[in-house]
């Protein structure tokens, strides 16, 4: 028996692939006998060889196969195989669904949704705000498509105004975008600064929830948001291991790899609402206002103000107010971030759908103390590799993530509907459950974007009295994709940079341009994400992705643990990198062909624009590591009293050396007092 070709076939309908094969598929030579699961096809010489040409489901698609029993050669078997795949391709086309228009005054979202997604409408039927929160995926979704499908012509909401006024602003900082917003305001409101939040759902309600680490967030606990005794407090869960390992049943031997253990990432569960709420109490405490259920329509800028107006949305009633600075942290949603960036505003992302349950999970069949970091269970399906995670959270509830990586494309932006439909339906095949016993609790959902930025002016993150953070400037991690982690990384950088540009008035978009928490070494490795995702209206080897997945993991797993540590928590260095490219590439040769094949040669090009970068920041590093911070923590009290200017670039360029090496922090602190309000 040898195995001649694997394909996928792009449909759930397994049962009409097999009718059309038994029926309508007419092959160039052989009798078809009509099997269970596909057909036969039966030769008059050579004696005792045949095909079997079989077809099975998984993940919601259809995958098929075709073996030689025999010995001996058939002829024209490659012309049949050939004909076989053309002939599939042209009948079970690569589909990109669109949801349907919904008229709401007409009819409920789950009577709206029912037709296209009865799985998703079922299940969102047994949440406590399950209508709420379809609507707010069919929202997000929409909001997503219609930024994708015009990025050329993006909606304006930033206009430079002449007009000035003589009274103060209301606000030091308007941040609009409760999420990670309220994290980064309640800190600066802390500080002194007079801080207005915008979050356009009601305060503290999260679509999402967070995992990270224990020496991860301690930022949160040197910034003073956080007690120790409070961190705790936040903690739904903290698990002993977390693993990662992808399908390789179809991969050669030399392809497939062990379990990544990584016990110290993402291990521990944060109950969001309850951090979100906690930040929101800090931010009120410091004199904040929180603006909930308000949404964004579009802010004027001038010389020394900029005035956001607003809709209450409850009321539909018009609001404004003017700030010295405006904080975008809408996250995908954000037309100031397409507005600044056009068609390159994200560059790929990651749809992310889930939900949490509160019991009827078996325990034999997963325990709360592991969770799952990245799985898959199945080979591409529909244009996607889909990855699970599972993170045990608080009283036994367990939070179930699907994704994928993706190219962003007008006429293939993803689609959350449509993984939610995938995610009802083959949870059981990822871990066995029985979904009518399983008490859900909330959905969680989201676009977690990526961009591939050559150098750290290849994305405009800032305006004249505007900044983005989070998602929306891009910040995230390439390998776990979590905006939350990235942005509680770099929280000290980001304030410090805010802080000071605010103290001296350097709120230009050249100076605000500066405040980014931009990386060679993260962004040298958007080519693994550009790796992990397939080009719309292309075709790969169903196994191709869980193969490079496999290669470059299994890598890791036979590393000592710190090095997978450092590498998924965004810290690894040049050497470590270069290292294992190396080796990645002499043990999976074709890893390089692959690359090319997926990514295309433009990319490639612009990836090893990111590598020079990598390799000069490296040598940056080196000249300047061992007396450049030192300098200018010596330097601080003239060089920015005089040159505040010049002061605000050095402390950028002092945290990128920072970010880029896995030396000792210490060794990069400034003066507290710049992280302090004037």
């Known amino acids: 028996m040898k195995e001649l070709t694997y394909i996928e076939i792009p449909t759930p309908d397994t049962i009409g692939v097999i009718e059309w094969l038994e029926n309508k598929w007419q092959p160039q030579s052989g009798t078809k006998v009509a099997t269970r699961d596909g057909i036969r096809l039966q030769f008059n010489s050579p004696a005792c060889s045949e095909l079997s040409i079989f077809v099975w ?133 802390q500080k002194g600064y007079r801080v207005l939040l915008v979050e356009r759902l009601p305060f503290g309600r999260m679509n999402r929830e967070w995992n990270i680490s224990r020496d991860e967030f301690q930022s949160l606990i040197d910034l003073g948001l956080f007690t120790p005794q409070e961190f705790e407090s936040v903690i739904a869960a903290e698990y002993i291991d977390g693993f990662s390992k992808f399908f390789d049943a179809y991969n050669p031997d030399y ?43 579009r802010a004027d800028v001038s010389d020394t103000e900029v005035t956001v107006k607003l809709t209450h949305l409850p009321t539909q009633s018009s609001k404004q107010a003017t700030a010295r600075l405006l904080i975008d942290a809408m996250g995908t949603a954000s037309p100031i971030a397409w507005q ?173 341009n500066q405040i980014r928490a931009y990386q060679s070494n993260i962004s040298v490795t958007w080519l693994f994400s550009k790796g992990m995702m397939v080009p719309t209206g292309k075709t790969l080897p169903p196994q191709r992705i869980n193969s490079m997945l496999n290669t470059f993991f299994g890598l890791l797993a036979n590393e000592p643990p710190e090095v997978a540590d450092t590498f998924i928590k965004d810290r690894t260095d040049w050497f470590t990198f270069t290292r294992l490219a190396l080796i990645a590439a002499r043990k999976n040769p074709a890893l390089l062909i692959w690359i090319l094949e997926m990514a295309g040669s433009k990319d490639l090009i612009r990836w090893l624009g990111s590598y020079l970068s990598f390799n000069l920041d490296a040598l940056r590093n080196l000249l300047l590591a061992s007396w450049f911070p030192g300098w200018l923590k010596q330097s601080q009290p003239w060089l920015e009293k005089q040159y505040p200017s010049l002061w605000l670039k050095l402390l950028s360029l002092n945290y990128q050396l920072r970010h880029s090496t896995k030396a000792d922090d210490s060794n990069y602190k400034v003066n507290k007092n710049t992280v302090s309000s004037s």
């Not at 931010?283 to 929180?290: D, K, N, T, V, Y």
């Open 255 to 297: 392809l497939k790899a062990k379990i990544l253990h990584t016990p110290k990432v993402l291990n521990v569960a944060i109950d969001a609402e309850k951090l979100l709420r906690f930040c929101g109490e800090k931010l009120r405490q410091a004199g904040g206002e929180i603006w909930d259920e308000t949404e964004f329509v």
């Open 340 to 512: 600044l960036n056009g068609g390159r505003t994200f560059d790929s992302v990651c749809p992310t759908v889930g939900a949490v349950i509160k019991s009827g999970f078996a325990p034999e069949v997963w325990d709360k103390d592991y969770g799952d970091v990245l799985n898959s269970h199945g080979d591409i399906s529909r244009g996607r590799q889909l990855i699970w995670e599972l993170f045990p959270a608080g009283d036994g509830e367990l939070t179930f993530y699907l994704f994928h990586y993706h190219q962003v494309h007008p006429e293939n932006p993803g689609s959350l509907l449509e993984m939610y439909e995938d995610f009802f339906t083959i949870l059981p095949e990822y871990r066995r459950c029985d979904l009518e016993q399983l008490v859900w609790k909330k959905p969680t959902f989201g676009y977690i974007p990526g961009h591939f930025s050559t150098s750290d002016r290849d994305r405009t993150v800032a305006f004249d009295r505007l900044v983005t953070i989070g998602d929306a400037a891009s910040l995230q991690s390439p390998l776990i994709f979590t905006g939350f982690g990235s942005l509680v990384r770099n929280l000290e950088r980001l304030t410090n940079l805010l802080n000071t540009a605010l103290k001296h008035n350097l709120l230009t978009a050249k100076h605000l």
């Open 57 to 189: 489901q998984l993940q919601r698609t259809t995958y098929l196969k075709i073996f030689q029993w025999g010995n001996k050669s058939i002829p024209q078997v490659e012309q049949i195989k050939q004909q076989l795949i053309r002939e599939i391709r042209v009948s079970f086309p690569q589909k990109y669904p669109v949801p349907p228009a919904i008229n709401l005054s007409q009819q409920s979202i789950f009577e709206a949704l029912a037709q296209a997604y009865p799985k998703t409408v079922h299940f969102f039927q047994k949440m406590p705000n399950g209508e709420y929160d379809l609507n707010r995926v069919y929202w997000w979704e929409k909001r997503w498509r219609e930024s994708v499908e015009n990025p050329q012509q993006p909606r304006e909401v930033i206009f430079k105004s002449d007009s000035a006024s003589n009274n103060q602003p209301e606000y030091d900082l308007i941040y609009i975008g409760g999420a990670l917003g309220v994290i980064h305001a309640a800190v600066m409101a």
